[in-house]
Protein backbone atom coordinates (compact mmCIF):
# COMPACT_ATOMS: atom_id res chain seq x y z
CA UNK A 1 0.00 0.00 0.00
CA UNK A 2 0.43 4.03 0.51
CA UNK A 3 2.26 5.02 3.30
CA UNK A 4 4.44 7.99 4.95
CA UNK A 5 6.56 7.68 8.15
CA UNK A 6 8.56 10.31 9.39
CA UNK A 7 10.18 10.70 12.63
CA UNK A 8 8.74 11.21 16.03
CA UNK A 9 8.94 14.86 17.69
CA UNK A 10 9.02 17.01 19.28
CA UNK A 11 12.19 18.29 17.52
CA UNK A 12 14.15 21.02 19.83
CA UNK A 13 16.67 23.15 18.43
CA UNK A 14 18.39 26.06 19.68
CA UNK A 15 18.61 28.82 16.66
CA UNK A 16 21.11 28.58 14.04
CA UNK A 17 21.09 24.33 14.69
CA UNK A 18 21.24 22.43 11.69
CA UNK A 19 17.76 19.91 10.87
CA UNK A 20 17.00 17.19 9.41
CA UNK A 21 13.79 15.44 9.90
CA UNK A 22 13.73 12.15 8.41
CA UNK A 23 10.94 10.54 5.99
CA UNK A 24 10.69 7.32 4.37
CA UNK A 25 7.89 5.90 2.02
CA UNK A 26 6.04 3.07 0.49
CA UNK A 27 4.16 3.46 -2.39
CA UNK A 28 2.22 1.59 -5.59
CA UNK A 29 2.96 3.46 -8.85
CA UNK A 30 4.88 6.94 -9.23
CA UNK A 31 4.93 8.78 -6.13
CA UNK A 32 5.59 12.52 -6.08
CA UNK A 33 6.82 13.40 -2.07
CA UNK A 34 5.86 16.68 -0.52
CA UNK A 35 6.32 18.68 2.51
CA UNK A 36 3.79 20.52 4.19
CA UNK A 37 4.26 22.97 7.16
CA UNK A 38 1.84 24.08 9.84
CA UNK A 39 2.13 27.17 11.78
CA UNK A 40 0.57 27.72 14.42
CA UNK A 41 -3.55 28.77 13.76
CA UNK A 42 -3.08 28.57 10.17
CA UNK A 43 -3.44 25.58 7.46
CA UNK A 44 -1.20 23.44 5.96
CA UNK A 45 0.79 25.44 4.01
CA UNK A 46 3.20 23.46 0.60
CA UNK A 47 6.91 24.03 1.73
CA UNK A 48 8.64 21.74 -1.00
CA UNK A 49 8.13 19.10 -3.65
CA UNK A 50 9.65 16.51 -5.68
CA UNK A 51 7.74 14.33 -8.65
CA UNK A 52 10.71 12.15 -9.71
CA UNK A 53 13.84 10.65 -8.30
CA UNK A 54 16.94 12.49 -7.40
CA UNK A 55 15.24 15.78 -7.89
CA UNK A 56 15.86 18.10 -5.19
CA UNK A 57 12.94 20.50 -3.69
CA UNK A 58 13.68 23.37 -2.35
CA UNK A 59 12.54 26.69 -0.68
CA UNK A 60 12.49 29.05 2.62
CA UNK A 61 16.49 27.32 3.37
CA UNK A 62 14.37 24.16 3.46
CA UNK A 63 15.76 21.24 1.06
CA UNK A 64 15.00 17.71 0.65
CA UNK A 65 16.02 15.06 -2.07
CA UNK A 66 13.61 12.31 -3.67
CA UNK A 67 15.49 9.51 -3.13
CA UNK A 68 14.11 6.67 -4.75
CA UNK A 69 16.92 3.89 -3.46
CA UNK A 70 16.42 4.43 0.05
CA UNK A 71 12.32 5.33 -0.55
CA UNK A 72 13.29 8.82 1.69
CA UNK A 73 12.80 12.06 1.19
CA UNK A 74 14.36 14.22 4.27
CA UNK A 75 13.91 17.34 5.49
CA UNK A 76 16.94 19.65 5.83
CA UNK A 77 18.02 22.97 6.76
CA UNK A 78 20.99 24.69 7.43
CA UNK A 79 20.46 26.91 10.40
CA UNK A 80 17.02 27.24 11.32
CA UNK A 81 15.08 30.34 13.14
CA UNK A 82 12.62 30.93 15.63
CA UNK A 83 9.91 31.61 13.19
CA UNK A 84 10.55 28.11 11.38
CA UNK A 85 8.72 26.55 14.68
CA UNK A 86 5.47 24.49 13.22
CA UNK A 87 4.63 20.96 12.58
CA UNK A 88 6.38 19.47 9.62
CA UNK A 89 3.99 16.87 7.17
CA UNK A 90 5.90 14.65 4.93
CA UNK A 91 3.68 13.74 2.12
CA UNK A 92 3.11 11.42 -1.15
CA UNK A 93 0.71 11.90 -3.82
CA UNK A 94 0.49 9.43 -6.91
CA UNK A 95 1.20 10.35 -10.55
CA UNK A 96 -2.52 9.82 -11.88
CA UNK A 97 -4.14 9.97 -8.65
CA UNK A 98 -3.49 13.61 -6.76
CA UNK A 99 -7.15 13.69 -5.69
CA UNK A 100 -5.32 12.51 -2.42
CA UNK A 101 -2.42 12.64 -0.25
CA UNK A 102 -0.86 10.29 1.90
CA UNK A 103 0.66 12.33 4.91
CA UNK A 104 3.26 10.93 7.77
CA UNK A 105 2.20 12.25 11.65
CA UNK A 106 3.77 15.07 11.61
CA UNK A 107 7.31 16.26 13.60
CA UNK A 108 6.73 19.36 15.45
CA UNK A 109 9.56 21.27 15.98
CA UNK A 110 10.58 24.10 18.68
CA UNK A 111 13.10 26.50 18.12
CA UNK A 112 14.40 28.29 20.50
CA UNK A 113 15.85 31.80 20.36
CA UNK B 1 -7.95 36.36 -2.38
CA UNK B 2 -9.94 34.43 0.68
CA UNK B 3 -8.13 31.03 1.58
CA UNK B 4 -9.90 27.89 2.41
CA UNK B 5 -11.97 29.11 5.84
CA UNK B 6 -13.08 26.48 8.36
CA UNK B 7 -16.09 26.74 10.69
CA UNK B 8 -16.03 26.46 13.58
CA UNK B 9 -12.35 26.49 14.46
CA UNK B 10 -12.85 24.27 17.69
CA UNK B 11 -15.96 22.15 18.77
CA UNK B 12 -16.44 20.34 22.16
CA UNK B 13 -19.49 18.02 22.40
CA UNK B 14 -20.72 15.12 24.18
CA UNK B 15 -20.49 11.34 23.18
CA UNK B 16 -23.62 10.76 21.25
CA UNK B 17 -24.33 14.35 19.86
CA UNK B 18 -24.32 15.87 16.35
CA UNK B 19 -21.56 18.14 15.28
CA UNK B 20 -21.36 19.65 11.69
CA UNK B 21 -18.24 20.77 9.99
CA UNK B 22 -17.95 23.94 7.45
CA UNK B 23 -15.43 24.41 4.86
CA UNK B 24 -15.65 27.67 2.29
CA UNK B 25 -13.52 26.47 -0.42
CA UNK B 26 -11.46 29.04 -2.31
CA UNK B 27 -13.94 30.85 -4.74
CA UNK B 28 -14.18 29.04 -8.17
CA UNK B 29 -12.20 26.41 -6.87
CA UNK B 30 -14.69 23.15 -8.14
CA UNK B 31 -12.77 20.47 -5.94
CA UNK B 32 -12.91 19.65 -2.27
CA UNK B 33 -11.24 17.47 -0.15
CA UNK B 34 -12.07 16.59 3.34
CA UNK B 35 -8.86 15.25 5.37
CA UNK B 36 -8.91 14.71 9.09
CA UNK B 37 -5.42 13.74 11.87
CA UNK B 38 -6.80 11.58 14.93
CA UNK B 39 -5.15 11.64 18.07
CA UNK B 40 -1.83 13.11 16.53
CA UNK B 41 -1.39 10.36 13.97
CA UNK B 42 -1.12 11.01 10.31
CA UNK B 43 -3.20 12.79 8.34
CA UNK B 44 -5.85 10.59 6.50
CA UNK B 45 -8.09 11.24 3.50
CA UNK B 46 -11.84 11.28 3.72
CA UNK B 47 -13.63 12.43 0.37
CA UNK B 48 -13.61 14.33 -2.40
CA UNK B 49 -15.86 16.44 -4.01
CA UNK B 50 -16.12 17.43 -7.43
CA UNK B 51 -18.07 20.01 -7.57
CA UNK B 52 -21.57 18.75 -5.99
CA UNK B 53 -20.57 15.17 -6.65
CA UNK B 54 -18.50 12.77 -4.45
CA UNK B 55 -15.90 11.87 -6.62
CA UNK B 56 -14.00 9.46 -4.02
CA UNK B 57 -15.65 8.37 -0.72
CA UNK B 58 -12.86 5.99 0.31
CA UNK B 59 -11.55 7.64 3.13
CA UNK B 60 -15.15 7.83 5.12
CA UNK B 61 -14.43 5.81 8.48
CA UNK B 62 -17.96 4.55 8.64
CA UNK B 63 -21.90 5.73 8.23
CA UNK B 64 -21.97 8.45 11.42
CA UNK B 65 -20.00 10.67 8.80
CA UNK B 66 -22.22 12.45 6.01
CA UNK B 67 -20.46 14.85 3.99
CA UNK B 68 -22.53 16.99 1.62
CA UNK B 69 -22.03 19.97 -1.15
CA UNK B 70 -25.21 21.28 -2.02
CA UNK B 71 -24.76 23.84 -4.81
CA UNK B 72 -21.07 22.76 -5.25
CA UNK B 73 -19.96 26.00 -3.25
CA UNK B 74 -19.47 25.26 0.44
CA UNK B 75 -19.36 21.53 2.18
CA UNK B 76 -20.10 20.53 5.54
CA UNK B 77 -19.54 17.60 7.15
CA UNK B 78 -21.70 15.67 9.86
CA UNK B 79 -20.54 13.42 12.78
CA UNK B 80 -23.84 11.83 14.00
CA UNK B 81 -23.78 10.44 16.44
CA UNK B 82 -20.10 11.78 17.32
CA UNK B 83 -18.28 8.82 19.41
CA UNK B 84 -14.34 9.27 21.05
CA UNK B 85 -12.48 8.42 18.71
CA UNK B 86 -14.38 10.74 15.94
CA UNK B 87 -11.73 13.46 18.64
CA UNK B 88 -9.43 15.01 16.13
CA UNK B 89 -8.53 17.79 13.84
CA UNK B 90 -11.03 17.87 10.31
CA UNK B 91 -8.70 19.52 7.33
CA UNK B 92 -10.89 21.09 4.45
CA UNK B 93 -8.86 21.69 1.08
CA UNK B 94 -9.59 22.71 -2.21
CA UNK B 95 -7.86 23.25 -5.82
CA UNK B 96 -9.21 24.40 -9.13
CA UNK B 97 -8.32 21.39 -11.12
CA UNK B 98 -8.99 17.77 -10.83
CA UNK B 99 -5.73 16.17 -10.86
CA UNK B 100 -3.35 18.68 -9.74
CA UNK B 101 -0.48 18.36 -6.83
CA UNK B 102 -1.72 21.57 -5.26
CA UNK B 103 -4.38 21.46 -2.95
CA UNK B 104 -5.10 24.53 -0.83
CA UNK B 105 -5.54 23.96 2.89
CA UNK B 106 -7.74 25.31 5.60
CA UNK B 107 -6.97 26.10 9.21
CA UNK B 108 -8.77 23.40 10.39
CA UNK B 109 -11.26 22.30 12.96
CA UNK B 110 -10.49 20.74 16.31
CA UNK B 111 -13.01 18.38 17.66
CA UNK B 112 -13.13 17.07 20.84
CA UNK B 113 -15.57 14.47 21.91
CA UNK B 114 -16.30 13.91 25.65
Known amino acids: GNSVTQMEGPVTLSEEAFLTINCTYT??????LFWYVQYPGEGLQLLLKATKADDKGSNKGFEATYRKETTSFHLEKGSVQVSDSAVYFC????????????FGSGTKLNVKP | EAGVTQFPSHSVIEKGQTVTLRCDPI?????LYWYRRVMGKEIKFLLH????????ESGMPNNRFLAERTGGTYSTLKVQPAELEDSGVYFC????????????FGPGTRLTVL
Open chain 1, 91 to 102: ALGLLYNFNKFY
Open chain 1, 27 to 32: ATGYPS
Open chain 2, 49 to 56: FVKESKQD
Open chain 2, 27 to 31: SGHDN
Open chain 2, 93 to 104: ASSQEEYTDTQY
